[in-house]
């Protein structure tokens, strides 16, 4: 079972800031948090990934909570390419298996 | 450039009619692995491979076999499909197994088993 919470879907209007929320409440400490995108019916496309500290790249922000229960995948500035399934995935640090749930469809309408 | 490619990306075949789906990957990744992916199930792991000589089973393994020859190629053979290996996969490879490794995943095989 996937060990994260996300909502089924939400809305976000271009050139604003999406913020894509997700929990997972029962992470342990050697647990990484990950996100992916799948655009359609294509391979995902790794976005960011951190442990405990907020990370940032070109695509998006990752903002932990202190507690590590919940984070939150922020695109700075969506386009309509954004359009996609977000999911955020647990992934041991010991162990390789991504462990997919159902994600967050993300529509980015003009 | 850095990637992971599987073929064919769409095939049809008939019950019974061994095949195999190829995917390569260019980065030297040790950790290789197959998925499925079914309307309402999201990604499953069918197998993966660790390293060269070096495969296991994931969640869904029964129906399908992979070797590992080389680290590059990390091929799925279905030997007799059956309908219900009708689905969407993917390859992915990662430079470790190991939480703080990213994977790349390829572009996907449409398997149409009729």
């Known amino acids: 079972d996937a060990k994260t919470t996300q909502p089924t879907s939400m809305d976000c209007a271009e050139g604003r800031a999406a913020n894509l929320p997700c929990n997972h409440s029962?992470?342990?400490?050697?647990?990484?948090v990950y996100w992916y995108r799948q655009i359609h019916s294509q391979g995902p496309q790794y976005i960011i990934h951190?442990?405990?500290n907020n990370e940032t790249n070109e695509m998006a922000s990752l903002i932990i909570t202190e507690d590590r229960k919940s984070s939150t995948l922020i695109l700075p500035h969506a386009t309509l390419r954004d359009t996609a399934v977000y999911y955020c995935?647990?992934?041991?640090?010991?162990?390789?298996?991504?462990?997919f749930g159902a994600g967050t469809q993300v529509v980015v309408t003009p | 450039e850095a990637q992971v490619t599987q073929n064919p990306r769409y095939l049809i075949t008939v019950t019974g009619k061994k095949l195999t789906v190829t995917c390569s990957q260019n980065m030297n990744h040790e950790y290789m692995s197959w998925y499925r992916q079914d309307p309402g199930l999201g990604l499953r792991q069918i197998y993966y491979?660790?390293?060269?000589?070096?495969?296991d089973k994931g969640d869904v393994p029964e129906g399908y076999k992979v070797s590992r020859k080389e680290k590059r190629n990390f091929p799925l053979i279905l030997e007799s499909p059956s309908p219900n290996q009708t689905s969407l996969y993917f390859c992915?490879?990662?430079?470790?197994?190991?939480?703080?490794?990213?994977?790349?995943f390829g572009q996907g095989t449409r398997l149409t088993v009729v």
């Open positions: 029962t992470i342990s400490g050697n647990e990484y």
């Open positions: 992915a490879s990662s430079f470790t197994p190991y939480g703080g490794s990213e994977a790349f």
């Open positions: 491979s660790m390293n060269v000589e070096v495969t």
């Open positions: 951190g442990l405990k």
């Open positions: 995935i647990v992934r041991e640090a010991s162990w390789g298996k991504f462990q």
